[in-house]
């Protein structure tokens, strides 16, 4: 089982800034791949960012040049950097890691989901 541990989220002003965090833990041997989901009210799920195990990101189109994401490997946790937000970015944002964890001899992989966190732009 890997738990994921969210936390940053909360209100803030247009042209504000905010920074989110989640912590992976349990039986984790590796972890690929770390990201930022988000979901606002009546739309889908879409990708927000995500950083491989080398440092790769990309990022949507809608937030390019915004935010930032970034990883502690040492810690398993990843980071998103959110600056000059707006309305239009008020969601829950979800954090998603993608892995192997032991079991006996062979490796499983895994794909959790944290369990989300609000994030509101005023304006």
């Known amino acids: 089982q890997v738990h994921l541990v969210e936390s940053g989220g909360g209100l803030v002003q247009a042209g504000g800034s905010l920074r989110l965090s989640c912590a992976a833990s349990?039986?984790?041997?590796?972890?690929?791949?770390m990201g930022w989901y988000r979901q606002a009210p009546g739309k889908q799920r879409e990708l927000v960012a995500r950083?491989?195990?080398?440092?790769?990101?990309n990022y949507a189109d809608s937030v390019q040049g915004r935010f930032t994401i970034s990883r502690d490997n040492a810690k398993n946790t990843v980071y998103l950097q959110m600056d000059s937000l707006k309305p239009g970015d008020t969601a829950v944002y979800y954090c998603?890691?993608?892995?192997?964890?032991?079991?006996?001899?062979?490796?499983?992989?895994?794909?959790?989901w944290g369990q989300g966190t609000q994030v509101t732009v005023s304006s």
């Open positions: 950083i491989t195990s080398g440092g790769t990101t």
């Open positions: 349990g039986s984790i041997f590796s972890i690929n791949l």
């Open positions: 998603n890691v993608v892995g192997l964890s032991p079991s006996g001899s062979y490796r499983r992989t895994f794909d959790s």
